[in-house]
């Protein structure tokens, strides 16, 4: 059972800035793609960002480029999402997901739901 523990969920008001966890399993950390999705109440799922590993390149949803960014430790096998001038349709639960095939990232990754492995989500909430 691959754990992926994510933390850092709050509530925020509008322009403000939170900074997710999702600290990971080494052998997943280390040769998974790695990235974020959100669910918002009612709405389907959605990749948001997502980061290789070894190259560390990443992809990010058009939605919040310029805004979010995310990053690996290395030193602590944890992904971060540093996300900044938050907007109220930022509200969502935001899931750590890994793909179970391992490898590098692909735009696809953040465009499926299937065939990854799962956090249990922290809630973030931005209010007007």
């Known amino acids: 059972q691959v754990q992926l523990v994510e933390s850092g969920g709050d509530s925020v008001q509008a322009g403000g800035s939170l900074r997710l966890s999702c600290a990971a399993p080494?052998?997943?950390?280390?040769?998974?793609?790695m990235g974020w999705f959100r669910q918002a109440p009612g709405k389907e799922r959605e990749g948001v960002a997502s980061v290789s590993p070894y190259s560390g390149s990443t992809y990010y949803a058009d939605s919040v480029k310029g805004r979010f960014t995310i990053s690996r430790d290395n030193a602590k096998n944890t992904v971060y999402l540093q996300m900044n001038t938050l907007k109220p349709e930022d509200t969502a639960m935001y899931y750590c997901a890994a793909p179970r095939s391992g490898g590098y990232c692909s735009p696809a990754f953040l465009r499926a739901v299937t065939n990854n492995y799962w956090g249990q989500g922290t809630q973030v909430t931005v209010s007007s």
């Open positions: 080494g052998y997943i950390y280390s040769n998974h793609c």
